[in-house]
């Protein structure tokens, strides 16, 4: 498989969760993105259009953190705790989880499991 390919399949993944898939105020949606290097998570309220909260590897409150870590997946879920943390401090309880095509699996499923063990519900 190609990388265009590769890319492309992810966006077809992508368009067939988002049909099923709609962050509310009560319920945003937690959407995850990986790149080669880093990992990138939102907190998007749909209905506003609006991004309630956000963390990423290259945030600042945990760069430091993130570079002592070895390995991707350490990192992730450092990201999910993080993102945990900033939406209980907005207030915000409930998820629904948006894994962006990319499958529940290694660094998605890391970001996932720390916003869980951060204290997010879904």
Do not use: W
């Not at 190609?2 to 890319?7: A, H, L, S, V």
């Not at 992508?14 to 962050?23: A, H, M, P, S, V």
């Not at 993080?82 to 894994?99: N, Q, S, T, Y």
């Amino acid at each position: 498989m190609t990388p265009k390919e590769k890319r492309l399949a992810r966006l077809r993944r992508k368009r067939r969760i988002r049909k099923k898939i709609f962050g509310t105020s009560e319920r945003p949606r937690l959407c995850v993105y990986r790149s080669l290097k880093h990992m990138y998570a939102q907190i998007i309220d749909d209905t506003k259009g609006i991004t309630l909260a956000a963390a990423s590897t290259l945030d600042p409150e945990i760069r430091d953190k993130v570079k002592e870590l070895k390995g991707k997946i350490a990192k992730a879920e450092v990201v999910g705790k993080l993102i945990a943390k900033r939406a209980l401090e907005k207030g915000i309880k409930k998820v629904v989880f948006d894994r962006n095509g990319f499958l529940y699996h290694g660094r998605v499923k890391a970001v996932a499991e720390g916003a869980r063990e951060g204290g997010l519900d879904f």
